[in-house]
């Protein structure tokens, strides 16, 4: 039994014809659509994301993927870099470590676009993760430990440890206009 094009399927005919057996594609000869990657094959630090979040740091986010290593760098910062101080802050300073790819996400799409930021926590059960995708990354900043007696008491900081500071709304690959990315940056 032939199987039969009416025009409509793109041949470029515009009658109803047989189509011939080496054209109709069956069960595993038919192409498999491509596996599309949530985000890049792989990162170096020629790639800097940049951004900012909840804390009010804007930084610099650079991970290679290759090698399993991160480094932010702190552009401004109102984080002091010291326990117990207010100045000087985190800013015009870099941190660094390495990279664990997550595992425990529910797909292996979304865990090929998931690392564990090692050495930016503060707490090791809560580990900081980013989220990379094409042009953008997202997740936590390195933690710290803040605390101050304050001037003459005023100001006040008790003792607290932030094991990472959340949220980190968005990073911009330097690469991409603002404009080409939807949502607030």
């Known amino acids: ?15 109803r014809h047989a189509v011939p057996r080496r054209l109709r594609l069956r069960g595993s000869d038919a ?35 290759t090698k399993l290593t991160w480094q932010v760098t702190y ?14 802050t985190r800013a015009g300073t870099s941190q660094n470590g390495t990279l664990t790819m997550e595992t425990g996400l529910p797909t292996q799409k979304l865990n090929q676009c998931a690392y564990q930021l090692n050495g930016a926590t503060l707490d090791p059960t809560c580990p900081a993760r980013i989220f990379v995708s094409e042009g953008v990354a997202g997740g936590a900043l390195p933690g710290k430990e803040l605390q101050f007696g304050g001037v003459l008491g005023q100001g006040v900081v008790p003792d607290r440890i932030f094991p990472y500071l959340l949220p980190v709304h968005r990073f911009l690959d330097a690469r991409y206009e603002s404009r080409q990315c939807r949502g607030d940056i």
């Open 1 to 15: 039994m032939e199987n039969f094009c009416d025009g409509c399927d793109g041949c470029g005919r515009h009658r």
């Open 31 to 65: 192409p498999q659509p491509p596996v599309v990657r949530l985000c890049p094959a792989s990162l170096d630090y020629t790639t800097t994301f940049t951004g900012g979040g909840g804390s009010g740091e804007l930084i610099k986010l650079q991970l290679d993927t």
């Open 75 to 88: 552009v401004e910062s109102p984080i002091p870099a010291v326990t117990g101080t207010v100045s000087p």
